[in-house]
């Protein structure tokens, strides 16, 4: 039962369930698309989970990237189950839920690729694979029934930065023996050929720094550790110091340094309050902000709200990132104002200063050759990517009854020889604004969206409790409207719309306050479209003396 990662890019979460015993692979977040205005971050709907909370055995993680852990801190709130993962990514998760203060009251358990762990009647094996973030695996689910891979995010790199190569003979030896299903990640199915890779950034990079005369400024994914090194490595290669900036890039790279997962020559690292004391021509600094985003430090530098960095004539930035989709308007925003700030800016349109880390379509043609599975269920993606994916599979011989384009909640049942859709459960998207988990609904969504629409029109008026007659008012308030000042004549004409629609409830005798609230509305709704061809929201508040 897949309860996030289906039509849609982010929120990946997989339920696996075998009798009376349950499994999860993975446990992601999504960030809010433009629709969902005010809106943090986005997570799976665990219902499901909750009302079979005694069969959870585990939750088990294939890597550390926000679309597979992020949702951790919220669900192990509600369900506490052990949860399993490779050294970094358990080291990133400890940060993650030290902030929330959660992690005494959980328990996170490495294990390494190649091992195995049993949880009941499943036996899951951790196959290494190549990603951009170091530590990230397949995984291998034997049930009674038959084997399952779970491919996640991965892409085929032969020349991986820390010279652990994907473990294709696994592959090979699983797909030998009998795959009953396999669920591969859809991402990049749209892309011809292969994804290049890590190591040519490096190439770029030792280019791109062997040039540059002043300062430069790295913005990257956090989590793309195996980048961050090749930028150390260029830092030291030119005789620089490297200053971190952005509150996840130094925990990311604490975490890393820590587990081994990254190498520090020397004294290469400085403060940030050093560095800016330094020759320009001495300092790298690697920051946060690759995706535009408002708060991080990359577009408050831009911009100069950084407390201590201002982007200067000389600069040299380089963005070594894609954008999500989504977020191309932001990260164009951030590169327009470094550009009028007189930096030079180097992004992946103009180098190659970034690689994927998801397959391409040869390399996804590979993993299906060497698994040979019986079924198969494309994941990870929008409906076209899945649907791309299935044709892919189809042309590699799978027959097409055998593949299974499924949506977030559909229910996948396997025997040995038959698969089919068995019916769905709940799934869905939880909304997380603040402190608050799940209060922001669809209605609140929709009155936010009106609101920031048409604005808002508050009609305050005071009656008698005795005679019901008007003592007080009415007065208007408008907010995102009109500017009141500068239309005195239109809010005099609406006062007289509230004055006609209160004397019709007098002389109808209606003392219910819904119903007066109502005509109001009406009333005046019905006014300002004729005059304005608007519809702010408007709340009549009655107080009675």
């Known amino acids: 039962m897949p309860l996030g990662g289906l039509n849609e890019i982010g929120k990946n979460m997989t339920v696996y369930e075998y009798k009376d015993e349950i499994i999860v692979v993975d446990c992601g977040l999504a960030f809010p698309d433009d629709e969902m205005l005010g809106v943090d971050l986005v997570i799976p709907d665990i219902s499901y989970l909750l009302k079979n909370q005694d069969k959870v055995k585990a939750i088990i993680l294939t890597h550390g990237h926000e679309d597979h852990i992020g949702a951790l801190p919220y669900v192990l709130k509600q369900l506490n189950v052990p949860v399993y993962g490779t050294r970094l990514t358990i080291g990133i998760v400890e940060t993650r839920l030290k902030e929330q203060g959660l992690l005494r009251d959980s328990k996170l358990i490495s294990v390494n690729p190649g091992e195995c762990i049993e949880l009941g009647n499943f036996k899951v094996e951790f196959i290494r694979t190549t990603h951009s973030i170091a530590d990230s695996v397949a995984l291998a689910i034997h049930t009674p029934i038959g084997v399952v891979v779970h491919t996640s995010d991965f892409k085929v790199d032969y020349t991986p930065i820390d010279g652990k190569q994907m473990d294709l003979h696994r592959f090979a030896e699983l797909g030998k023996k009998g795959v009953l299903v396999m669920l591969a990640d859809s ?180 993993i299906h050759t060497l698994v040979r599975p019986k079924f198969f269920v494309p994941v990870h993606g929008e409906y076209r990517h899945l649907k791309q994916h299935a044709k892919l599979a189809e042309s590699l011989g799978m027959p097409p009854e055998n593949i299974f384009i499924a949506d977030n909640g559909y229910v996948l049942e396997f025997t040995r020889d038959s698969g089919r859709i068995a019916g769905t459960v709940t799934a869905g998207r939880v909304l997380v604004d603040g402190f608050g988990v799940g209060d922001v609904g669809n209605i609140v969504l929709r009155d936010r969206k009106h609101l920031s629409q048409d604005g808002l029109l508050v009609v305050v008026v005071t009656i008698s409790k005795d005679s019901g007659s008007v003592i007080a008012g009415p007065d208007i308030i408008s907010r995102g409207f009109v500017y009141v000042r500068e239309s005195e004549d239109l809010m005099e004409e609406i ?6 629609s209160l004397d019709e409830c007098l002389n109808n005798n209606f003392t219910e306050w819904a119903t007066i609230k109502s005509e109001i509305k009406n009333g005046v709704s019905k006014f300002l479209f004729e005059k304005t061809a608007r519809k702010p929201m408007i709340l009549p508040i009655i107080m009675e003396i």
């Open 495 to 500: 006062k007289k719309v509230v004055k006609r």
């Open 187 to 366: 991402t990049n199915i749209e892309r011809s050929g292969y994804t290049l890779s890590e190591k040519t950034v490096g190439e770029t990079l030792n280019d791109i720094f062997g040039g540059a005369k002043g300062r430069i400024l790295i913005a990257t994914f956090a989590s793309n550790v195996h980048r961050i090194q090749q930028v150390i490595n260029a830092t030291y290669k030119y005789g620089r110091k490297l200053a971190v900036s952005g509150r996840s890039m130094v925990n990311v790279i604490n975490v890393a340094v820590d587990l081994g997962y990254l190498n520090l020559p020397g004294d290469i690292m400085v403060g940030l309050e050093d560095a800016i004391k330094l020759p320009h021509d001495k300092v790298v600094i690697l920051t946060t902000g690759s995706q535009g985003e408002p708060m991080s430090a990359l577009t408050r530098m831009a911009f100069s709200e950084h407390r201590l960095v201002d982007i200067v004539p000389g600069d040299l930035v380089i963005i070594s990132a894609d954008p999500i989709p989504g977020n191309e308007k932001t990260v164009s925003r951030v590169i327009n104002q470094l550009f009028k700030k007189g930096a030079e800016v180097v992004y992946e349109a103009l180098a190659d200063v970034h690689v994927s880390g998801h397959a391409c379509q040869e390399e996804l043609k590979l």
